[in-house]
């Protein structure tokens, strides 16, 4: 059974950067597309970024267009979440996750599976 491991979570000032890494145990990643979400405490989990299929560019929340970036390194089997201009309102849990490429446009979370255990993110202001 396929692992995704995320990382990279701590507590920082708003205006900060921060890297989150995504570690898969098997090459989930050559099959379907990954993506990131985040949960925020009362909150339902929301979307935050898929890879790009095909000719498309990666898809983001309006929260975080123009801020956070999806990339991936093939040769480590990770997948990696750049957030830069952090606020509060980006404090959150976030989870690494995949879909099929059939399912590529969708926001929906149970249109995404093989959830990592999520790594927290805190933004003080």
């Known amino acids: 059974q396929v692992q995704l491991v995320e990382s990279g979570g701590g507590f920082v000032q708003a205006g900060d950067s921060v890297r989150l890494s995504c570690a898969a145990s098997?090459?989930?990643?050559?099959?379907?597309?990954p993506a990131w979400f985040r949960q925020a405490p009362g909150k339902e989990r929301e979307f935050v970024a898929v890879?790009?299929?095909?000719?498309?560019?990666?898809l983001y929340a309006d929260s975080v267009k123009g801020r956070f970036t999806i990339s991936r390194d093939d040769a480590k089997n990770t997948v990696y979440l750049q957030m830069n201009s952090l606020n509060a309102e980006d404090t959150a849990l976030y989870y690494c996750?995949?879909?099929?490429?059939?399912?590529?446009?969708?926001?929906?979370?149970?249109?995404?599976?093989?959830w990592g255990q999520g790594t927290q993110v805190t933004v003080s202001s």
């Open positions: 890879e790009g299929w095909r000719d498309s560019s990666p």
């Open positions: 098997g090459r989930i990643f050559d099959n379907s597309l």
């Open positions: 996750t995949t879909t099929p490429s059939s399912k590529f446009g969708s926001t929906a979370a149970r249109d995404f599976g093989a």
